[in-house]
């Protein structure tokens, strides 16, 4: 099934792997971009970013990623609830073996009490 075939990392298990200094880690924020400049989890990057791609091919292929979407992983026919499990496989296609999605999304995070930064996005 879908799910089975992503790793999840729980809330706690991502605060503690964003304490980790040695580490690299990148965190991707799946969600709408107007989602993301409302609310998301400290040191994210917003998936759409189109930097992001082109930055992606130099990464290390152990570096550890977590990407969130707005809430569970599953197989839907919405789009939604899909983005975090089909950003997740995109980065494992690409061949990187750390890759894990965030149980519970940005909902798990937010519902925790964790600090939430908030995007000051110039329009124009």
């Known amino acids: 099934m879908y799910e089975e075939q992503i790793k999840l990392i729980s809330v706690d298990d991502l605060k503690r792997r964003m304490n980790l200094k040695d580490k690299p880690l990148l ?13 998301h989890i400290p040191g ?3 998936i759409y970013d ?16 977590c990407v969130y979407g707005p809430g569970p992983v599953k197989e839907t026919p919405s789009m939604i609830d899909r983005m975090a499990g089909d950003a997740a496989k995109r980065f494992m296609n690409m061949g990187y073996k750390n890759v ?6 940005f909902e798990a995070w937010e519902k925790a009490g964790n600090r939430v930064d908030v995007s000051q996005r110039k329009k124009g």
């Open 27 to 39: 965190i991707l924020d799946a969600r709408e971009i107007a989602a993301f400049d409302q609310g």
């Open 44 to 46: 994210a990057s917003d």
């Open 50 to 65: 189109p930097e992001l791609t082109a930055l992606a091919k130099d990464f290390d292929e152990n570096m550890g990623i």
């Open 100 to 105: 894990r999605v965030l149980d519970g999304g």
